[in-house]
């Protein structure tokens, strides 16, 4: 494993979140995080070209009908963000909240990994509610 890799596991050990490697040997962990909106999964990696890449997967998939509000909502939303973007996957409906950071040429650090994460799982977090809200046609 790289070193930026397991900069960004060793952060989560240090930090306290539960960490499951990707059983295939690639540069990918899975973790969880509890936030005022509830609960969700989050997959990190590290790419060949020197990015950390940190997704927070939404818990429930869109349903078809609701996909286009969603997409809306979405949309709404990313048009703000300074940090980060969401995702719609229109085939199986799966939301996903994206931070990377290339880091090529230089070392990763710690503070970095951290930053990346939070920014991601906050705006998760604050957009969940309005997320839930479009899913269920509200």
């Not at 960004?8 to 899975?30: I, K, N, Q, T, Y």
């Not at 969880?32 to 060949?48: S, T």
């Not at 950071?101 to 604050?126: C, K, Q, W």
Request: proline share 6%.
């Amino acid at each position: 494993m790289s070193e930026a890799f397991d900069t960004v596991v060793g952060f989560l050990r240090a930090d306290g979140w539960p960490v499951a490697l990707s059983p295939d040997g690639d540069e990918r962990v899975a973790t969880k995080f509890q936030g005022a909106a509830g609960i969700w999964i989050c997959e990190g990696r590290v790419d060949p070209h020197e990015r950390v890449i940190f997704y927070s997967v939404a818990p429930e998939p869109v349903p078809e009908t609701r996909r286009a509000a969603v997409s809306e909502y979405l949309t709404r939303a990313n048009a703000g963000l300074a940090v980060g973007n969401f995702e719609l996957d229109l085939d199986d409906g799966q939301v996903r909240f994206k931070t990377s950071l290339d880091f090529e040429g230089e070392p990763l650090s710690a503070t970095l990994v951290r930053n990346l994460i939070y920014a991601n799982v906050r705006a998760m977090d604050h957009f969940a509610p309005g997320l839930a809200a479009a899913m269920e046609g509200g």
